[in-house]
């Protein structure tokens, strides 16, 4: 059921076929590289490109920009306490800003942290302390077409086995992200929660939920937890964060801002750590890495998010767009996550082998073909590694309506058609570090 209706609107248009051509070329196939004016559907990231509702443009022009003591991060403080739980925040610029404060907290060199799968910058700032960030997923979480619950749980087995082999002392961390985004954006059920806090109990560890999608997480949980059948989404929420000692958080999620984050805890000594550290790193504790204004849209954005129309809505429309595709014969991940469908590029290209790029020729012929712009999880993005190879179409907050969704299932049907013909590509430059090349390196057609 549609929650909300249009009050502002932003004009988009499709550019011409010789223009899509040209700004591909030009891009180095690399679509990071294109201006987001020549996308006529932009699903690259769910991340700080969702629509604000009015009640959150209304709190930005009351927004306190006092540098201490400001009334907007009262009100910050009241919504974390209110939605997740928590006593204590510090806010920062965005989620790994968050990252920073705590992890830099919490872990020293020679560590090691455990999660169910960690993020991209979740992986780099344990990493930038010397600590060894290692994944515990389930083992069907990369499994494409297995059907599953809650396929983005933590694998305590795993973690086990883990630290038999390195002895407790060496794991002060673990973390839980939910929804498991690096694992198809899978969610994570209490019960799996409940059961790692007593894991990081028995090896005496902080225990800290990535909190980024909370609210999609608790949707799933009230639909496919039978203790849950009948609470509200705001309860389930509560009930989940609230077997962790701390929170981070990226305001550009389930924060349902552009930009913004924050660290949460009611430990009262990690608090004083992470304050001192953000002062360093983001600023006085009460603004952290955001102005007044941005932290009070957060606040309201915090307790929409937890609204069961507005959530509800969220993961049906993610569902719709998977059976759209699913209709036009696109293979895809299955059951589709909270944020985001994943393309099985693999099978869809299958003439391309891996060294070949079959998800970054995915991604180029469906901009090609009808200006969409999705993002390859793949040989391009992880190389080195035996992952699938995915495209993510992620579907921003509240931005797109069914007819752009629409757009896209026959932009992926056309190309599908013609799938035969499309080129592999190969590296033509590619910048000093390989964890990131998916963003700047450029490439080219093999011309067969
Ligand atoms: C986005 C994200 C982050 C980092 O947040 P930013 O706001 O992009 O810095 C961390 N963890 C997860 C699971 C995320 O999805």
């Not at 559907?41 to 959150?56: C, V, Y």
């Not at 060199?109 to 302390?129: M, S």
């Amino acid at each position: 059921m549609v929650a909300y209706k249009s009050k502002v609107v932003e004009r988009i248009q499709l550019p011409s076929r010789e223009r899509r051509e040209r700004a591909l070329e030009q891009a180095g196939y690399n679509v990071f590289d294109l201006a987001a004016e020549d996308v006529f559907i932009d699903l690259l990231t769910d991340s700080g490109t969702g629509a604000m509702s009015d009640e959150q443009w209304a709190a930005l022009l009351r927004g306190d920009e006092a540098y201490a003591g400001s009334r907007s991060f009262d009100e910050l403080e009241s919504a974390v306490g209110e939605v997740m739980g928590f006593s204590n925040v510090v806010p920062t610029h965005q989620g790994r800003g968050a990252e920073n404060v705590l992890y830099g907290t919490l872990l020293e060199d020679g560590d090691v942290a455990l999660n169910n799968t960690h993020f991209d910058t979740t992986r780099a700032h344990v990493a930038n302390q010397g600590a060894d960030p290692v994944d515990c997923p389930v083992a069907r979480a990369h499994d494409l077409t297995v059907d599953g619950p809650f396929k983005g749980n933590f694998s305590l087995d795993r973690a086990r086995s883990v630290v038999d082999d390195v002895g407790s002392e060496r794991v002060p961390l673990v973390i839980l992200t939910v929804t498991n985004n690096s694992a198809a954006g899978q969610p994570v059920s209490v019960e799996n929660t409940r059961r790692v806090r007593e894991f990081a109990d028995e090896i005496d560890a902080t225990f800290v939920i990535d909190a980024c999608r909370f609210a999609e997480n608790a949707a799933f949980v009230a639909r496919r937890e039978a203790e849950f059948a009948d609470a509200e989404i705001g309860e389930i929420a509560r009930e989940q964060l609230g077997y962790a000692d701390a929170l981070v958080m990226s305001g550009k999620k389930d924060g349902l801002v552009n930009a913004g984050g924050f660290v949460a805890t009611d430990d009262e000594a990690l608090f004083e750590k992470c304050k001192q550290r953000a002062i360093l790193y983001e600023g006085f504790p009460t603004y952290g890495g955001m102005a007044g204004r941005d932290v009070a849209a957060m606040a309201v954005g915090l307790r929409e998010a937890v609204e069961e129309a507005y959530v509800t809505d969220r993961i049906d429309q993610v569902r719709a767009f998977a059976a759209m595709l699913e209709d036009v014969g696109v293979p895809i991940y299955t059951p589709p996550g909270g944020h985001a469908v994943y393309l099985d590029a693999g099978a869809t290209l299958p003439h391309l082998s891996p060294d070949e790029f079959p998800g970054q020729a995915l991604v180029c012929a469906l901009y090609r073909e009808g200006g969409v712009r999705g993002v390859e999880l793949g040989s391009f993005a992880f190389p080195g590694t035996d992952r699938p190879e995915l495209v993510r179409l992620a579907v921003p907050r509240r931005t797109y309506h069914d007819e752009h969704l629409e757009h896209v299932a026959e932009t992926a049907a056309a190309v599908l058609e013609t799938r035969e013909s499309i080129d592999g590509l190969e590296i033509a430059s590619e910048p000093a570090v390989p964890e990131l090349r998916h963003f700047t390196a450029s490439l080219e057609p093999i011309s067969s």
